[in-house]
């Protein structure tokens, strides 16, 4: 009876020990797995494609437009306080 009361006190003083170091290794395995897994296998990879030139010109442009009216509109209303 005293040597299974004291190989029950072993398990449970390294049960906690047991269960860190069997995670660490699981999430090092999953982490692994997972860098390893982010290299394309197939050459025939296919990258997506952009929207067009003309259509990322004309949004530009509809921005900086957009940009210099408020840029104008905010001049106008700190003139004033500046003069005062």
Excluded: H
């Amino acid at each position: 009876m005293m040597r299974s009361a004291k190989s029950q006190r072993i398990f449970w003083c390294l049960l906690p020990r047991f269960t860190r170091y069997s995670l660490t290794l699981l999430l090092s395995a999953v982490m692994l797995a997972d860098a390893v897994g982010a290299t394309p296998r197939n050459r025939g990879l296919q990258i997506a494609q952009q929207p067009g030139t003309t259509q990322q010109n004309a949004t530009r442009a509809a921005a900086e437009r957009v940009f210099q009216e408020g840029r104008r509109s905010l001049i106008k209303l700190i003139k004033p306080l500046k003069s005062k």
